[in-house]
Antibody, heavy 116, light 107 residues
């Protein structure tokens, strides 16, 4: 079964850091670009970052540029999102998704709470 | 960045109704337009990709059309399980953007 599973969410204070992971199964991530999308409580979907299949091209939303780092380990079939200098507005459910030109496989999401 | 604007933001309809949701891009995106359905507490599901291609496993009552800047998602005959929030998303640029969503509610 094709699947993505996020982990690493939790409660963090403003200014703190958190690292999300996304483990893929049932397919090889090296064949795909991959994406993080987030959804703040009661709000719509927001694209956060994309990484090319080789990892050579990475794009970020302006709202997270300079604070978040997206990386991939094709050998381990996994992805990571390092989030630094977290703000209240970063509080959201974070989804990783497979990018086939459209997001056809999604994880269930990891919840990030930013609060003092 | 390319802005995506959906209308309406919310919609009340009855089982069996035909429903159309519109999505407009701030510049031409050819056919690089996708539609997703999201139910409360769940991740989004892909319905339509490349403006009009039906994702595998999605019922044929869902259809998409359009190109350039104007797109539509149509549900031909609403079923109870279709009441959800729908999002359009452009994949024309490397900076992906979503519409604000359309919440489809039971009348």
């Amino acid at each position: 079964e094709v699947q993505l599973v996020e982990s690493g969410g939790g409660l963090v204070k403003p200014g703190g850091s958190l690292r999300l992971s996304c483990a893929a199964s049932g397919f090889t991530i090296s064949n795909y670009n991959m994406i993080w999308v987030r959804q703040a409580p009661g709000k719509g979907l927001e694209w956060v970052s994309s990484i090319s299949s080789s990892g050579s091209h990475i794009y970020y939303a302006d709202s997270v540029k300079g604070r978040f780092t997206f990386s991939r380990d094709n050998a381990k079939n996994s992805l990571s999102l390092q989030m630094n200098s977290l703000r209240a507005e970063d509080m959201a459910v974070y989804y990783c998704a497979r990018d086939a030109g459209h997001m056809d496989v999604w994880g269930k999401g990891a919840t990030v709470t930013v609060s003092s | 960045d390319i802005q995506m604007t959906q209308s309406p933001s919310s919609l009340s309809a009855s089982v069996g109704d035909r429903v159309t949701i519109t999505c407009r891009a701030s510049q031409s995106i050819s056919s690089y337009l996708n539609w997703y359905q999201q139910k409360p507490g769940r991740a989004p599901d892909l319905l339509i990709y490349a403006a009009s291609s039906l994702q595998s496993g999605v019922p044929s009552r869902f259809s998409g059309s359009g190109s350039g800047t104007d797109f539509t998602l149509t549900i031909s005959s609403l079923r109870p399980e279709d009441f959800a929030t729908y999002y359009c998303q452009q994949s024309y640029s490397t900076v992906y953007t979503f519409g604000q969503g359309t919440k489809l509610e039971i009348k």
